[in-house]
């Protein structure tokens, strides 16, 4: 697991009306606390996995419909 606080990109709502973003440590998508995307935006959350994450300011916040998912988070941007 790395220490790294990756940078989270889009965002979306859950079924039950809870904002929800991918964890880009172990991609599971995971709750975060807030009512809506300004709540969210530049917050640092973390997942169960114990991994750091953070949504950026200008995250995109996606309309999820049927089985919509969230896209794969990259973490780290290749070095
Ligand atoms: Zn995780």
Not at 41 to 48: A, K
Not at 50 to 76: F, H, S
């Amino acid at each position: 697991m790395s220490e790294f606080i990756f940078d989270v990109v889009h965002f979306a709502r859950d079924t039950d009306g809870g904002l929800i973003c991918r964890c880009p440590h172990c991609q599971s998508i995971i709750g975060v606390e807030g009512e809506d995307g300004d709540d969210v935006r530049g917050e640092q959350f973390q997942c169960r996995c114990e991994g750091w994450l953070e949504i950026t300011a200008n995250a995109r916040y996606i309309k999820l419909r049927g089985d919509d998912t969230l896209p794969a988070n990259k973490g780290i941007p290749d070095e």
